[in-house]
């Protein structure tokens, strides 16, 4: 089973540009089937989906996101990163990398998360 560990700052000013990255261990993240799932969870509410990047290096993104949500990956340092612009203080939230074996077929296997504060 793949370990995920989020990284990226805990503090954002409205506006700017947000960056986490999960580092995975365990096993490539261009393993076959699995594919790598970005989810927050806001304050006192349920849980978002944001996107995913498959193991193949398509990307699928929650559409109610519009264009400031972006994925990449670096296959030598293993790991994929989420970027997302233009952040308001609606963008406050846990945010879990997640590994799955097939878009929407479950998590296998969760990060710790991460808490992102947007606030000036």
């Known amino acids: 089973q793949v370990q995920l560990q989020e990284s990226g700052p805990g503090l954002v000013r409205p506006s700017q540009t947000l960056s986490l990255t999960c580092m995975v261990s365990?096993?490539?993240?261009?393993?076959?089937?699995?594919?790598w799932t970005w989810i927050r969870q806001f304050p006192e509410k349920g849980l978002e989906w944001v996107g995913a990047?498959?193991?193949?290096?398509?990307?699928y993104l929650n559409p109610l996101l519009g264009s400031r949500i972006s994925i990449s990956r670096d296959t030598s340092k293993n790991q994929v990163t989420l970027q997302m612009t233009s952040t308001t203080l609606e963008d406050t939230a846990m945010y879990y990398c997640?590994?799955?074996?097939?878009?929407?077929?479950?998590?296998?296997?969760w990060g710790k998360g991460i808490l992102v504060t947007v606030s000036s």
């Open positions: 997640a590994a799955e074996e097939g878009l929407g077929a479950g998590i296998s296997s």
């Open positions: 365990g096993g490539s993240i261009t393993m076959d089937t699995l594919y």
């Open positions: 990047m498959r193991w193949s290096g398509s990307i």
